[in-house]
Nanobody, 123 residues
Framework: QVHLVESGGGRVQPGGSLRLSCAVP????????MGWFRQASGKEREFVAS????????YYADSVKGRFTISRDNAKNTVYLQMNSLQPEDTAVYYC????????????????WGQGTQVTVSS
């Protein structure tokens, strides 16, 4: 079981930025495609972004395309989510996870979920 630890959440005003980090202890990080998901209060968990093992291919939800950037540093066993131009609708708990299934976007194809980090966008 891989244990993921997210950090970097907080409260920010609309138009602001945050950078989330997800640390993956152990030596298996570079073997796993990684993803970021979010879950707003009362809503289902949804895909945000994902990256392949090398980081060369990335995928984004339409709602965050052009504003969010996923990246990874395999030497540091860490995946990042840079979030710019944040809007109130981005408010959610953000989770990172390792791919365990076939797709790069379905929550059911990811496992080893972290505990999540709260992002609140409010004026």
């Amino acid at each position: 079981q891989v244990h993921l630890v997210e950090s970097g959440g907080g409260r920010v005003q609309p138009g602001g930025s945050l950078r989330l980090s997800c640390a993956v202890p152990g030596r298996t990080f570079s073997l796993s495609p990684m993803g970021w998901f979010r879950q707003a209060s009362g809503k289902e968990r949804e895909f945000v972004a994902s990256t392949t093992r090398s980081g060369w291919q990335v995928y984004y939800a339409d709602s965050v395309k052009g504003r969010f950037t996923i990246s990874r540093d395999n030497a540091k066993n860490t995946v990042y989510l840079q979030m710019n131009s944040l809007q109130p609708e981005d408010t959610a708990v953000y989770y990172c996870a390792a791919q365990t299934g076939a797709t790069m976007t379905e929550p059911a194809d990811f496992g080893s979920w972290g505990q999540g980090t709260q992002v609140t966008v409010s004026s």
